[in-house]
């Protein structure tokens, strides 16, 4: 089992950065393909990005393609979204999660979830 923490949420204007970090507690973060999802208020949780375990392989929503960048430092137990030239239309609570296996673009895919962090994106 692992238990996940994001932070790194806040309230910025359109046109700015942030990073988000998730923190991954127990000695097999390694194992688990990381993910990255959002959920705006009235609607379903949507994929943002996922990472393979050893970092290899990223994929994006297409929303996001070319402004977020996912990685994770195994080192360090923790997964990453930078967000860069942030819209409006991306806020959202953010979720990281973690799966045991491949790790894809749907909710049901991923084992562990994290609390969320809140993104508030102002035009």
Same mark, same amino acid.
Not at 5 to 29: H, I, K, N, P, Y
Not at 49 to 71: E, M
């Given at each position: ?47 943002? +990005?996922?990472? *393979?375990?050893? $970092? &290899?392989?990223?994929? !994006?929503?297409?929303?996001?393609? =070319?402004?977020? @960048? ?26 990281? +999660?973690?799966? *045991?296996?491949? $790790? &894809?673009?749907?909710? !049901?895919?991923?084992?562990?979830? =994290?609390?969320? @962090? ?6």
């Amino acid at each position: 089992q692992v238990h996940l923490v994001e932070s790194g949420g806040g309230m910025v204007q359109a046109g700015d950065s942030l990073r988000l970090s998730c923190a991954a507690s127990g000695r097999t973060f390694s194992s688990y393909a990381m993910g990255w999802f959002r959920q705006a208020p009235g609607k379903e949780r949507s994929f943002v +990005a996922r990472i *393979t375990q050893s $970092g &290899g392989r990223t994929d !994006y929503a297409d929303s996001v393609k =070319g402004r977020f @960048t996912i990685s994770r430092d195994n080192a360090k137990n923790t997964v990453y979204l930078q967000m860069n030239n942030l819209k409006f239309e991306d806020t959202a609570i953010y979720y990281c +999660a973690a799966d *045991t296996a491949y $790790g &894809g673009s749907y909710t !049901y895919e991923y084992l562990y979830w =994290g609390q969320g @962090t809140q993104v508030t994106v102002s035009s």
